[in-house]
């Protein structure tokens, strides 16, 4: 056998081993929480302000549930899976090295149905409405929304990379909290123009319940590239010697 199929083999069967399972399992948990909380967040906010769109309240509502939400998953999966909770991670990971490619599927399987679970939840209990799904504004164009999700991506995962750093010292709920601070400054800054998804899987739950993919490259293009920035720039050139075995930790 070739020494690639060996290294190939070796690393699919890593993907399947029992802790493995165990991170899958706790990605899945994980996602559907924090989907479950910042969507319904969403629909609380129309129940409660019809004409959420133009009330500000509203964008403050999913702001603080998306970085409360956050912070909660990534105190419950950070020692198991490493709460990646976002498919833009997961993906930093593997070009990264620091998660292997069978690995980075199954987290990416775990976290979509996971998603698509939570809005299906959402949608049968909550009878009369629809699922909000993050759509782009007027003022914005396809490539101005997916650059705009891709920076602030970028600015969570680089967040998430200075939390983890050993170097910092040992990682603690202030870290956390901190990461769950900067998803809901996105929310904030964001919002009005693009949804301020920053996660893929999120974007893909709504959109698949609602039954619209209107626009859903754009929340996936930007997220992806940009968290792939953040993770390559942080341990390639501001931190090059960044441990690798401690790095399988870091997730959002």
């Known amino acids: ?102 690995t980075a599927i199954f987290y990416w399987v775990a976290q979509l149905i996971a998603s698509v679970m939570a809005c299906l939840v959402l949608r049968v209990i909550v009878v009369g409405m629809h699922v909000p799904t993050y ?21 969570l995962v680089f967040t998430v990379y200075a939390a983890r750093d050993p170097r910092r010292g040992p990682m603690s709920p202030n870290g956390i909290l901190l990461v769950g601070f900067v998803a809901g400054a996105g929310v904030l800054a964001a919002g009005p123009f693009s949804g301020g998804s920053m996660n893929p899987a999120c974007a893909f739950g709504s959109a698949t319940i609602a039954g619209s993919f209107r626009n859903q490259a754009v929340y996936w293009v930007g997220p992806l590239i940009g968290a792939t920035i953040a993770g390559l720039l942080y341990d390639n050139v501001l931190f090059s010697s960044f441990p690798t075995e401690l790095s399988e930790g870091i997730g959002v």
């Not at 910042?38 to 964008?59: E, F, H, I, Q, Y």
């Not at 909660?72 to 950070?78: E, R, S």
């Not at 650059?147 to 600015?155: A, D, N, P, R, S």
């Open 135 to 155: 759509t782009i504004a007027e003022e914005m164009t396809g490539f101005g929304a997916s650059v705009l999700e891709g920076i602030l991506t970028f600015v």
């Open 1 to 102: 056998m070739a020494p690639s199929s060996v290294i190939v083999t070796s690393r699919f069967h890593e993907s399947i081993t029992r802790h493995a399972l165990r991170s899958y399992l706790s990605e899945f948990i994980s996602t559907f929480f924090y989907v479950f909380l910042v969507v319904g967040s969403g629909m609380s906010s129309r129940k409660l302000m019809p004409d959420a769109s133009l009330n500000p309240t509203s964008l403050v509502v999913v702001a603080i549930a998306s970085a409360f939400a956050l912070s909660c998953v990534l105190y419950i999966a950070w020692d198991i899976s490493g709460g990646h909770v976002n498919p833009a991670v997961t993906f930093a990971m593997a070009v990264g090295g620091h998660v292997s490619v069978p």
